[in-house]
């Protein structure tokens, strides 16, 4: 389960209502912001696909974030299952065991190696989220590849080279090295750690390479709790619909900025 972390922007320094009263009053999520000449101010809109803010409050019954636009949205613990609400901690390699469920998906090289994107890291619990698999992926859209895929309706012709290679990449193979034409995802406990190899399915071996500036990103991904969350951190939202007195989100992702293993409640 991939949760791309490339196009997050921060937050600036924000201010936010107390925490007395969440629970006797309902929040109402910036939707009457005072007199309006007997109207009131319309509910903000998100993108369904995603969107970011920082944390301002919490408890253990909401969860408040702030967008930059300075528009506050309270969250109901009791609105998201945990499994659809994620907190992701930096790590690193030494850090991984060979009872490690590591998921990395990037630009497919050939003979199951891939350049990473980035690397999610499961342990204990979390490891439920992920199962160990070996794919390839069409483009840049996360969708497997597939002999028809009735979801792919772009128009192509002789000339459109770039679609040919995304439709058809599976009975004629796309050279290795080209990110954008065929990708990797894969799945799997640690087998080696110099280069990162994980054991996927058929008894095979899936390389894990880092890209040019030799950096990949990496974080343990664990299930949420309320407990882990706290002022400051940064948090991905997808919104399903926003209401005078809750953020009704499909999927909520906590960035925490130290290791799990530092973290102190």
């Known amino acids: 389960m991939i949760i791309r972390a490339g196009y997050w922007v921060r937050c600036g320094l924000l201010t936010l209502v107390a925490a007395v009263g969440l629970d006797a009053t309902p929040a109402w999520a910036q939707y009457n912001t005072g007199p309006t000449g007997g109207m009131v101010a319309p509910l903000p809109q998100l993108q369904t696909e995603g969107t970011w803010g920082e944390v301002i409050m919490v408890n253990t019954k909401w969860i408040v974030v702030q967008n930059q636009m300075g528009q506050q949205f309270p969250i109901s613990m009791r609105g998201i299952t945990q499994t659809r609400f994620l907190i992701r901690w930096p790590t690193t390699l030494n850090a991984l065991t060979p009872n490690s469920l590591v998921e990395a998906i990037g630009a497919d090289q ?6 990473a994107d980035e690397i999610m890291v499961y342990e204990g619990q979390a490891q439920s989220l992920v199962t160990p698999e070996l794919r390839s992926l069409l483009g840049n859209t996360n969708r497997p590849v597939t002999a028809t895929d009735p979801g792919y309706f772009r128009g192509i012709n002789a000339f459109d080279v770039g679609s040919q290679y995304s439709m058809y990449s599976w009975a004629f193979p796309v050279p290795p090295g080209n990110p954008g034409i065929e990708r990797l995802h894969a799945v799997g406990p640690v087998a080696d750690l110099n280069p990162l190899r994980l054991r996927v399915p058929g008894n095979n071996l899936a390389t894990v390479l880092p890209p040019a500036s030799g950096n990949i990103p990496l974080t343990e991904v664990t299930l949420g709790s309320s407990t882990f969350v706290k ?15 809750s953020l009704l989100l499909s999927h909520l992702v906590i960035w925490k900025k130290i290791p799990k293993s530092q973290f102190v409640p």
């Open 110 to 115: 050939g003979s199951n190696t891939l350049i």
């Open 231 to 245: 002022k400051g951190d940064l948090a991905f939202m997808m919104p399903m619909e926003v209401t005078p007195k």
